[in-house]
């Protein structure tokens, strides 16, 4: 069994310590590796490293308060006009997740915010970061080094409640 998928948790206090880019790098790789329908990769990624524009950055949601603290965000965009426009999310959730697994992989933690479909959220990524209408913000994620031991740790969330077998 494959401890990261089961010890990724939401880690919303950093280390003020810098992400190396083989780091990063390794990031961006496993997002790019996700599937998706027809193979379209409708992925672009904005990686942020500057302090002035994650600050910035972290004005865009309540629920972003965690942001000044990281030393690394990325926002997933998603491309426009995809021959398969209807799975899209899909793929980009996959992407999201490999992403956050590879983070765990090298002793990151990370936390994703939802931007929201025609949201101020929405608006405000788009105009901060002069985004063409070829895309849309995604996600954004903050990534660092825990700076609680354990960040990443198990929690069973398994529910045999959930399961249902050939009918609902």
Same mark, same amino acid.
């Given at each position: ?10 880690? &919303? ?5 810098? #992400?190396?880019? +083989? !780091? ?5 790789r496993a997002a790019m590796q996700a599937p998706s329908a027809t ?16 600050? !910035?950055? %972290? ?15 990325? #926002?997933?965009? +998603?491309?426009?006009?995809? &021959? @398969? ?7 980009? =959730? %996959? %992407? ?10 090298d002793s990151l933690g990370t936390v994703w915010m939802g931007v929201? &479909? =025609?949201? +101020? ?13 070829? #895309?849309?913000?995604?996600? #954004?994620? %903050? ?7 354990? @960040?990443? !740790?198990?929690?069973d969330r398994y529910d045999e409640n959930r399961i249902h077998w050939?009918?609902?």
């Open positions: 069994m494959n401890n990261i998928i089961f010890t990724r948790r939401s880690v &919303r206090k950093y280390l003020d310590k810098a #992400v190396e880019p +083989e !780091k990063i790098d390794r990031m961006l193979n379209q990769q409708p992925w672009e990624f904005i990686v942020i490293d500057d302090r002035k524009t994650i600050d !910035k950055l %972290a004005e865009f949601s309540p629920y972003a308060k965690m942001l000044p603290q990281a030393p690394l965000a990325v #926002v997933i965009l +998603e491309k426009q006009g995809m &021959r @398969a426009a209807l799975f899209t999310e899909q793929d980009l =959730g %996959a %992407a999201a997740q490999n992403m956050m697994l590879q983070a765990v992989e929201g &479909r =025609g949201s +101020e959220r929405e608006t405000f990524v788009t105009e901060m970061f002069s985004l063409p209408e070829t #895309v849309k913000p995604f996600g #954004v994620f %903050a990534v660092g080094y825990p700076a609680e031991e354990n @960040a990443n !740790k198990f929690v050939n009918k609902y």
